[in-house]
Protein backbone atom coordinates (compact mmCIF):
# COMPACT_ATOMS: atom_id res chain seq x y z
CA UNK A 1 0.00 0.00 0.00
CA UNK A 2 1.24 3.66 -1.32
CA UNK A 3 1.57 5.75 2.10
CA UNK A 4 1.84 9.00 1.60
CA UNK A 5 2.90 12.16 4.38
CA UNK A 6 1.10 15.32 4.69
CA UNK A 7 1.48 17.27 1.90
CA UNK A 8 1.01 20.98 3.21
CA UNK A 9 -0.04 22.75 6.09
CA UNK A 10 -2.39 25.59 5.41
CA UNK A 11 -0.20 28.01 6.64
CA UNK A 12 2.51 27.04 4.45
CA UNK A 13 0.69 27.31 1.25
CA UNK A 14 1.84 30.45 -0.47
CA UNK A 15 5.57 29.00 0.24
CA UNK A 16 4.78 27.30 -3.43
CA UNK A 17 5.38 30.53 -5.20
CA UNK A 18 8.75 30.90 -7.04
CA UNK A 19 9.13 27.22 -7.45
CA UNK A 20 10.38 26.50 -11.06
CA UNK A 21 9.48 23.24 -12.57
CA UNK A 22 10.52 20.92 -15.86
CA UNK A 23 7.80 17.96 -15.71
CA UNK A 24 9.30 15.29 -17.59
CA UNK A 25 6.97 11.93 -19.25
CA UNK A 26 8.82 8.53 -18.90
CA UNK A 27 6.81 5.30 -21.23
CA UNK A 28 8.73 1.96 -21.85
CA UNK A 29 7.12 0.82 -25.08
CA UNK A 30 7.20 -3.33 -25.30
CA UNK A 31 5.22 -4.01 -28.32
CA UNK A 32 1.33 -2.64 -28.35
CA UNK A 33 1.51 -2.11 -24.12
CA UNK A 34 3.05 0.86 -22.38
CA UNK A 35 3.48 2.09 -19.20
CA UNK A 36 4.18 5.86 -18.78
CA UNK A 37 5.48 7.46 -15.60
CA UNK A 38 6.40 11.23 -14.53
CA UNK A 39 8.46 12.56 -12.67
CA UNK A 40 8.45 16.71 -11.92
CA UNK A 41 12.37 18.13 -11.28
CA UNK A 42 11.74 21.50 -9.38
CA UNK A 43 13.65 24.48 -7.44
CA UNK A 44 12.12 26.73 -4.75
CA UNK A 45 13.41 28.83 -1.99
CA UNK A 46 13.16 26.64 0.77
CA UNK A 47 13.70 23.62 -1.17
CA UNK A 48 16.32 20.95 0.00
CA UNK A 49 18.20 17.75 -1.00
CA UNK A 50 15.58 15.99 1.82
CA UNK A 51 12.20 15.30 1.92
CA UNK A 52 10.76 18.71 1.64
CA UNK A 53 7.25 17.85 2.47
CA UNK A 54 5.79 21.61 3.13
CA UNK A 55 6.33 21.59 -0.81
CA UNK A 56 4.88 18.59 -2.35
CA UNK A 57 7.14 15.62 -1.97
CA UNK A 58 6.22 12.69 -0.69
CA UNK A 59 7.58 9.62 0.82
CA UNK A 60 6.70 6.32 -0.75
CA UNK A 61 7.83 2.96 0.62
CA UNK A 62 10.74 0.92 -0.93
CA UNK A 63 9.49 -1.76 -3.30
CA UNK A 64 10.78 -4.70 -4.92
CA UNK A 65 10.85 -4.00 -9.11
CA UNK A 66 8.51 -6.19 -10.50
CA UNK A 67 9.70 -7.95 -13.72
CA UNK A 68 9.28 -6.03 -16.76
CA UNK A 69 8.00 -2.76 -15.14
CA UNK A 70 9.63 0.48 -15.75
CA UNK A 71 10.39 2.47 -12.57
CA UNK A 72 11.14 5.91 -11.97
CA UNK A 73 13.47 7.34 -8.70
CA UNK A 74 14.85 10.15 -8.18
CA UNK A 75 17.31 9.69 -4.85
CA UNK A 76 21.71 9.63 -4.19
CA UNK A 77 22.61 5.61 -5.49
CA UNK A 78 20.96 3.22 -3.63
CA UNK A 79 20.62 -0.56 -3.06
CA UNK A 80 17.12 -0.28 -3.07
CA UNK A 81 14.61 0.29 -5.59
CA UNK A 82 12.33 3.81 -4.70
CA UNK A 83 10.18 6.34 -6.03
CA UNK A 84 11.10 9.01 -3.62
CA UNK A 85 7.98 11.44 -5.19
CA UNK A 86 6.52 12.31 -8.28
CA UNK A 87 8.15 15.64 -7.20
CA UNK A 88 12.01 15.90 -7.13
CA UNK A 89 12.47 20.15 -4.88
CA UNK A 90 15.78 21.39 -4.70
CA UNK A 91 17.05 24.68 -3.63
CA UNK A 92 16.15 27.47 -5.77
CA UNK A 93 19.11 30.43 -4.91
CA UNK A 94 17.84 33.70 -5.39
CA UNK A 95 19.11 36.26 -7.27
CA UNK A 96 21.74 33.99 -8.59
CA UNK A 97 22.67 31.98 -11.33
CA UNK A 98 23.46 28.34 -10.39
CA UNK A 99 23.04 24.76 -11.75
CA UNK A 100 21.62 21.36 -9.53
CA UNK A 101 21.77 17.50 -10.78
CA UNK A 102 18.63 15.39 -10.44
CA UNK A 103 18.97 11.78 -10.45
CA UNK A 104 16.88 9.31 -12.42
CA UNK A 105 17.28 5.45 -11.60
CA UNK A 106 14.69 3.27 -13.53
CA UNK A 107 14.81 -0.49 -14.65
CA UNK A 108 13.62 -2.11 -17.37
CA UNK A 109 14.28 -5.27 -19.67
CA UNK A 110 12.19 -4.77 -23.23
CA UNK A 111 10.99 -2.21 -25.62
CA UNK A 112 11.85 0.90 -26.41
CA UNK A 113 11.78 3.61 -23.90
CA UNK A 114 10.71 7.43 -24.43
CA UNK A 115 11.35 10.63 -22.28
CA UNK A 116 9.86 13.74 -23.34
CA UNK A 117 8.96 17.15 -21.93
CA UNK A 118 6.76 20.43 -21.76
CA UNK A 119 8.26 24.11 -22.41
CA UNK A 120 11.10 24.95 -20.32
CA UNK A 121 10.16 27.87 -17.61
CA UNK A 122 11.97 31.38 -18.47
CA UNK A 123 14.16 31.28 -15.20
CA UNK A 124 15.89 28.29 -16.83
CA UNK A 125 18.92 29.10 -18.89
CA UNK A 126 19.39 25.56 -19.86
CA UNK A 127 19.06 22.27 -19.08
CA UNK A 128 19.93 18.85 -20.12
CA UNK A 129 19.40 15.10 -19.82
CA UNK A 130 22.73 13.23 -19.86
CA UNK A 131 24.19 9.43 -18.39
CA UNK A 132 26.18 9.42 -14.81
CA UNK A 133 28.83 7.37 -16.62
CA UNK A 134 31.26 10.18 -17.83
CA UNK A 135 31.68 13.47 -16.95
CA UNK A 136 29.42 16.19 -19.13
CA UNK A 137 29.88 17.20 -21.59
CA UNK A 138 31.59 14.39 -22.53
CA UNK A 139 28.61 11.83 -21.89
CA UNK A 140 27.50 9.02 -24.08
CA UNK A 141 24.27 10.76 -23.66
CA UNK A 142 23.51 14.36 -23.72
CA UNK A 143 20.70 15.84 -25.17
CA UNK A 144 19.51 19.52 -24.28
CA UNK A 145 16.00 19.87 -23.29
CA UNK A 146 13.76 22.15 -25.62
CA UNK A 147 10.54 22.70 -26.86
CA UNK A 148 9.59 19.64 -29.13
CA UNK A 149 12.63 17.30 -28.44
CA UNK A 150 12.34 14.33 -27.25
CA UNK A 151 14.92 11.26 -26.08
CA UNK A 152 14.35 7.55 -27.18
CA UNK A 153 16.89 4.55 -27.11
CA UNK A 154 16.47 0.52 -26.69
CA UNK A 155 19.66 -0.18 -24.63
CA UNK A 156 18.14 -1.47 -21.38
CA UNK A 157 21.67 -1.50 -20.10
CA UNK A 158 21.00 2.13 -18.91
CA UNK A 159 19.22 2.20 -15.80
CA UNK A 160 20.28 5.50 -14.86
CA UNK A 161 20.37 9.57 -15.86
CA UNK A 162 20.78 12.61 -14.58
CA UNK A 163 19.44 15.98 -15.27
CA UNK A 164 21.51 19.27 -15.09
CA UNK A 165 19.77 22.23 -14.78
CA UNK A 166 20.91 25.64 -14.95
CA UNK A 167 18.86 28.19 -13.01
CA UNK A 168 18.64 32.02 -13.59
CA UNK A 169 16.96 33.58 -10.77
CA UNK A 170 18.77 36.99 -11.13
CA UNK A 171 15.64 38.92 -11.87
CA UNK A 172 14.43 37.74 -8.86
CA UNK A 173 13.28 39.38 -5.56
CA UNK A 174 12.66 37.70 -2.13
CA UNK A 175 8.97 38.91 -3.23
CA UNK A 176 6.59 36.98 -5.92
CA UNK A 177 4.78 39.50 -7.76
CA UNK A 178 1.63 36.33 -8.44
CA UNK A 179 1.59 36.44 -4.69
CA UNK A 180 -0.06 39.98 -4.87
CA UNK A 181 -3.03 38.34 -6.69
CA UNK A 182 -6.34 38.03 -4.66
CA UNK A 183 -9.35 35.68 -4.91
CA UNK A 184 -12.75 36.74 -3.02
CA UNK A 185 -14.88 36.26 -2.20
CA UNK A 186 -13.67 33.49 0.33
CA UNK A 187 -15.67 31.54 1.13
CA UNK A 188 -17.17 31.31 -2.24
CA UNK A 189 -20.31 29.61 -3.23
CA UNK A 190 -20.23 28.41 -7.07
CA UNK A 191 -18.01 31.55 -8.30
CA UNK A 192 -15.09 33.76 -7.52
CA UNK A 193 -12.70 35.97 -8.56
CA UNK A 194 -8.63 35.94 -9.37
CA UNK A 195 -7.77 39.56 -9.52
CA UNK A 196 -4.50 40.78 -10.35
CA UNK A 197 -2.89 37.53 -11.71
CA UNK A 198 -0.99 38.12 -14.95
CA UNK A 199 -2.86 37.31 -18.13
CA UNK A 200 -2.32 34.56 -19.88
CA UNK A 201 -1.14 32.69 -16.53
CA UNK A 202 -2.45 28.80 -16.08
CA UNK A 203 -4.89 27.87 -12.97
CA UNK A 204 -5.58 24.17 -11.36
CA UNK A 205 -8.22 23.86 -8.66
CA UNK A 206 -7.46 20.89 -6.88
CA UNK A 207 -9.37 19.70 -3.12
CA UNK A 208 -7.72 18.29 0.18
CA UNK A 209 -7.11 14.61 -1.53
CA UNK A 210 -5.53 16.50 -4.60
CA UNK A 211 -7.99 15.72 -7.24
CA UNK A 212 -8.26 18.58 -10.12
CA UNK A 213 -11.90 19.60 -10.41
CA UNK A 214 -11.29 22.76 -12.53
CA UNK A 215 -8.74 24.46 -14.27
CA UNK A 216 -7.97 27.21 -16.97
CA UNK A 217 -6.09 30.40 -18.28
CA UNK A 218 -6.41 33.68 -16.75
CA UNK A 219 -7.75 36.02 -19.38
CA UNK A 220 -7.69 39.47 -17.86
CA UNK A 221 -6.68 41.02 -14.53
CA UNK A 222 -9.92 40.57 -12.76
CA UNK A 223 -10.59 37.04 -13.80
CA UNK A 224 -14.11 35.28 -12.99
CA UNK A 225 -14.28 31.66 -12.52
CA UNK A 226 -17.11 29.36 -12.16
CA UNK A 227 -17.19 25.68 -10.24
CA UNK A 228 -20.26 24.22 -10.66
CA UNK A 229 -19.39 20.90 -9.00
CA UNK A 230 -17.68 19.92 -6.09
CA UNK A 231 -18.80 19.29 -2.72
CA UNK A 232 -18.14 22.02 0.62
CA UNK A 233 -14.63 22.65 1.70
CA UNK A 234 -11.30 23.13 1.25
CA UNK A 235 -9.52 23.54 -1.57
CA UNK A 236 -6.56 24.63 -2.71
CA UNK A 237 -5.64 27.40 -6.33
CA UNK A 238 -2.50 26.76 -7.87
CA UNK A 239 -1.48 29.34 -10.30
CA UNK A 240 1.55 29.51 -12.83
CA UNK A 241 2.97 32.58 -13.74
CA UNK A 242 3.98 33.28 -17.13
CA UNK A 243 7.45 33.28 -16.22
CA UNK A 244 7.33 29.62 -15.17
CA UNK A 245 7.04 30.52 -11.04
CA UNK A 246 3.79 28.07 -9.07
CA UNK A 247 1.61 30.33 -5.98
CA UNK A 248 -0.60 28.68 -3.80
CA UNK A 249 -3.65 29.57 -2.32
CA UNK A 250 -6.58 28.18 -0.56
CA UNK A 251 -10.12 28.08 -0.65
CA UNK A 252 -12.97 27.42 0.91
CA UNK A 253 -16.43 26.63 -0.82
CA UNK A 254 -19.77 26.69 1.32
Same mark, same amino acid.
Given at each position: ?? +? !? #????????????? =? +??? #????????????????? #?? &????? =???? /?????????????????????????????????????????????????? $???????????????????????????? !??V??V?D?????I???? /?????????N???T?????????????? $? =???? /?? &???Y?????? =?????????????????????? $?????V??? +?????????????????????????????????
Amino acid at each position: MI +R !Y #IALVVMCTLTSYA =Q +RIE #IPLGFVNNVGDQSKTYG #IT &FAAHP =QGSN /ELDSALGEKEIPSLPPPAGVFIVYSIPPSAEYMWLSPIDVRKLEIGKQHM $VEYTIGMTWNAGKLDVSWGPIPNLIDSA !YLVDVVSDFPNNFIKVKL /EPGKSYSTINTAITKLKVMVWYNATSLS $V =QNTE /EE &FKLYPNPFDE =QFVIDGASVGASYDIVDVAGTT $VASGVVERT +RHDVSTADGAPGLYILRLRGTDGSVTMKKLLRK
